[in-house]
């Protein structure tokens, strides 16, 4: 069921009236009913793993605790804890991994183990994720296990965030989720503000975005010359479509009483890799910090390699070397989420190698500031940061859209050797083929501007839709009824197409 579907938005309707209509004690379970009809919408053969996930969970968090609560050695919970993680993970392992690792053992060992792909479950890898951080959560004591498996269920199976995420914390959402809430226009209004936006840059400027992007990417040879374009269009495609499903699902919840986290803060003003992944995908990130960096950090093999790193390169150096290294390991797990493939794994890494150079690098790069008498507050050097941290965001984004390591290789080497913008007009777009073209052209470039105007004024501190919210009911309504309207007039009329990280 798609976020963009008829179906989900009846489902939708139906859900926030129902919601407000039970007694205000039984709208959890509401939710609870709500959120598994619309996982057994997607597939009935897919319901074990969301249960299993949260079974698992749920029961060695509990044990965790008795262990605790017993006094028993903390070695035991640790070993607990580590053997739901495994149990977790390898079912994530499985469903995502086992063929890409079957092929990898074939080609290295000579060997001829089976390697069928499996259909991914809807959102795996999103509550997958975030049932282990409650795990861990309950480990560390940061919060209290759960002791009714239903309202667990709930937070595992919440039905807005299982295609798209965001990737929640107990701590954050739980209690939102059980805890009444009383109807709100307010809230109504402010959600269906958010959806609609988020409508509009999936379908408007995502999917005519994607035309172009589908079409370089399926016939390089033929647009050989389209290989900046390419990118630029995809880095478009992906953000408009990613961040607005995350706006339907921020928009849904927010009518039900609900605030999720924020997993956007206008990555394409970042200056610099690092920045981009405090500003992309945030919660993803925020997750590896927690769970992944942090512990490996203070891990006692990390802190030896510290001491070493003193030792061997000075302190300065010594001290950076081991954050190098864990953001390295890091954004190599970034990679392996992102997908079973060589050239997602090369993507993470780039990145954490890009990172870890600018963390080892830091005191160089003030001191040539500080030579050429920069003092990093200049509006010309702030720009010259974003369009460089711009630039190598979207020539990495090359990696995702292919089918192979060499593919993008060869793209990233055409942005460079070839420049022919006019093949642009011989691409068809939608049903209006090459003679619609340039008006597909001129909606992506007028969307993503107002994307980017949005974007600006939010940078400011300017809240757009506390601004529109303020102003008289009928001019409020009129921008609503103008964006609905510019979806329905300016919406692809290429074939539907569902949202990228819906596969994950």
Known sequence: MSLVSNTFLIFAVAVVFLYYIVPKKMQW????????????????????????????????????????????????????????????FGMLGIVKYSAFAAANLNALFHLNLPHTGILFPLGISFYTFQSSGYLLDVYWEKVSPEKNPARYALFVSYFPQLLQGPISSYGKLAHQLFEPHAFEWERITRGAERILWGFFKKIVISDWAAVFTDAIYRDPETYSGLGAFALIFYGIQLYADFSGGIDVVIGISEMLGITLSENFRRPYLAVSIADFWKRWHITLGEWMMTYVFYPVSVSKWMMRFGKWSRSAFGRRTGRVLPVALAELIVFFLVGVWHGASWQFIIYGLANGVIIAFSELMAGTYRSMKKALHIAGDEPWYRFFMIARTYVIANVLLAFDPVSGTMEALRMIRRCFTSFHPAQLLTIPAGRGGTAFTPYALLIVAA??????????????????????????????????????????????????????????
């Open 29 to 88: 379970i509401a939710l609870l009913l709500f959120s598994y009809v619309y996982y057994l919408w997607g597939g009935a053969n897919y319901l074990v793993y969301i249960v299993f996930s949260t079974a698992v969970t749920y029961g060695f968090a509990l044990l965790t605790e008795h262990l605790r609560l017993s006094g028993k050695p903390a070695g035991l919970r640790k070993k607990v804890t580590a053997l739901g993680l495994i149990c977790n």
């Open 447 to 504: 969307g993503t501007a107002l994307m980017v105007a949005k974007g600006l004024f939010e940078e400011r501190g300017v809240d757009l839709r506390d601004r529109i919210n303020r102003l008289p009911l009928p001019a409020a309504a009129a921008i609503c009824l103008l964006l609905l309207i510019s979806i329905g007039c300016f919406g692809s009329t290429a074939a539907p197409r569902g949202f990228i990280y819906a596969q994950f």
